[in-house]
């Protein structure tokens, strides 16, 4: 058995799953598949997203799994998200039924936001694109958003539902104003990318931290990063770690994501890698100087730089909302 994290209400969640976030470089078809070796090693959290174009063929790996016996559905968690351009009034519950239709399966575990921002985005669109007349948040359109996927819990369509790049402004003005609490945000976390002050707010407040690119997304295209740019898998502290341990600089984030308390979604279509990251969250845990060194590395060096977040010049996605920095009342 695989260690699990406790989720608002009693529930828990694996703490490690598979991303599915790779179908531009390998196809959706070997993402499948990867999807499938992986619940073989024991991978029970499954990352989809509508806008990742492959949950059909993701849901054809779980049928087959599923059909072989090979594990039970109430064994899986998995999750899903609805995209930009599917905010508007009954299009969250029309996201949510095509990923439940494409997936094959009656409920999801967990249902996301996937960004806090609306953004129409056409047919064939690669995810990075910038409709013109696409606006920074506002949080009354976030409001009625979240409603909708509030209404699918108590549908009983999906079994929790959460946020996924929130900053600590937009969360607080959520959980003054929502009627179910969000189980999980998402985010990208890794070790030169640690983000503190949000992970701690989440933890208080009885938000799980899930956290994607968990090795700093080595392998992101070059459009999402600058030369100055860290990788988490060249940090002489990684590498320092990793070796006094017999690990990889991987199995090291890793270990570093599962001992702080967040759940790391790392993506691979190699079987010795699923089998490599799986591994890191079992076994003996990094010390607590260990924890302390990998403080260290951080250098808050955002990777995930799509520019569908920008509008009007804004530094930063998370400056969109509000310039000034003030928390709108």
């Given at each position: 058995m695989h260690p699990t994290f406790p989720l608002r209400g009693g529930d828990s969640i694996p703490a490690i799953g598979l991303g599915t976030f790779?179908?531009?470089?390998?196809?959706?078809?070997?993402?499948?598949?990867?999807?499938?070796?992986?619940?073989?090693?024991?991978?029970?959290?499954?990352?989809?997203?509508?806008?990742?174009?492959?949950?059909?063929?993701?849901?054809?790996?779980?049928?087959?799994?599923?059909?072989?016996?090979?594990?039970?559905?109430?064994?899986?968690?998995?999750?899903?998200?609805?995209?930009?351009?599917?905010?508007?009034?009954?299009d969250v519950l029309l996201s949510c039924a095509r990923s439940l239709r494409d997936l094959g399966l009656d409920h999801l575990d967990l249902f996301l936001v996937?960004?806090?921002?609306?953004?129409?985005?056409?047919?064939?669109?690669?995810?990075?694109?910038?409709?013109?007349?696409a606006s920074p948040?506002?949080?009354?359109?976030?409001?009625?958003?979240?409603?909708?996927?509030e209404r699918l819990q108590a549908a009983g369509l999906?079994?929790?539902?959460?946020?996924?790049?929130?900053?600590?402004?937009?969360?607080?003005?959520?959980?003054?104003?929502?009627?179910?609490?969000?189980?999980?945000?998402?985010?990208?976390?890794?070790?030169?990318?640690?983000?503190?002050?949000?992970?701690?707010f989440c933890l208080d407040h009885g938000i799980r931290p899930v956290g994607y690119s968990p090795m700093g997304s080595p392998s992101r295209p070059q459009r999402d990063r600058s030369p100055e740019d860290a990788v988490d898998l060249e940090d002489p502290t990684v590498l320092r770690i990793a070796a006094a341990h017999g690990i990889s600089p991987a199995q090291a984030c890793l270990k570093w994501a599962v001992r702080r308390g967040q759940v790391p979604i790392p993506f691979s279509v190699k079987p010795d890698q699923l089998a490599s990251n799986l591994r890191?969250?079992?076994?003996?845990?990094?010390s607590e100087q260990d924890m302390r060194d990998m403080e260290t590395v951080d250098r808050n060096c955002r990777l995930i730089k799509g520019q569908v977040f920008l509008w009007d010049g804004a530094r930063d996605w998370q400056d969109l909302w509000d310039p000034d920095g003030r928390i709108p009342t």
């Amino acid at each position: 058995m695989h260690p699990t994290f406790p989720l608002r209400g009693g529930d828990s969640i694996p703490a490690i799953g598979l991303g599915t976030f790779g179908s531009d470089r390998y196809g959706p078809e070997t993402v499948a598949r990867a999807v499938e070796t992986a619940i073989g090693l024991g991978y029970r959290l499954v990352d989809c997203a509508a806008v990742y174009r492959n949950e059909a063929q993701v849901g054809a790996a779980l049928a087959r799994v599923l059909g072989d016996g090979l594990v039970r559905r109430d064994e899986l968690f998995v999750v899903s998200k609805v995209w930009n351009d599917h905010h508007g009034k009954g299009d969250v519950l029309l996201s949510c039924a095509r990923s439940l239709r494409d997936l094959g399966l009656d409920h999801l575990d967990l249902f996301l936001v996937h960004w806090p921002f609306r953004n129409h985005h056409p047919e064939g669109a690669p995810p990075d694109y910038h409709d013109p007349s696409a606006s920074p948040y506002r949080h009354e359109q976030y409001m009625e958003t979240w409603s909708q996927v509030e209404r699918l819990q108590a549908a009983g369509l999906v079994r929790h539902i959460g946020t996924s790049n929130m900053t600590i402004p937009k969360l607080r003005l959520l959980l003054r104003d929502c009627r179910m609490m969000p189980a999980v945000n998402e985010m990208e976390l890794h070790p030169t990318f640690q983000q503190p002050e949000l992970f701690r707010f989440c933890l208080d407040h009885g938000i799980r931290p899930v956290g994607y690119s968990p090795m700093g997304s080595p392998s992101r295209p070059q459009r999402d990063r600058s030369p100055e740019d860290a990788v988490d898998l060249e940090d002489p502290t990684v590498l320092r770690i990793a070796a006094a341990h017999g690990i990889s600089p991987a199995q090291a984030c890793l270990k570093w994501a599962v001992r702080r308390g967040q759940v790391p979604i790392p993506f691979s279509v190699k079987p010795d890698q699923l089998a490599s990251n799986l591994r890191a969250v079992s076994g003996d845990p990094l010390s607590e100087q260990d924890m302390r060194d990998m403080e260290t590395v951080d250098r808050n060096c955002r990777l995930i730089k799509g520019q569908v977040f920008l509008w009007d010049g804004a530094r930063d996605w998370q400056d969109l909302w509000d310039p000034d920095g003030r928390i709108p009342t």
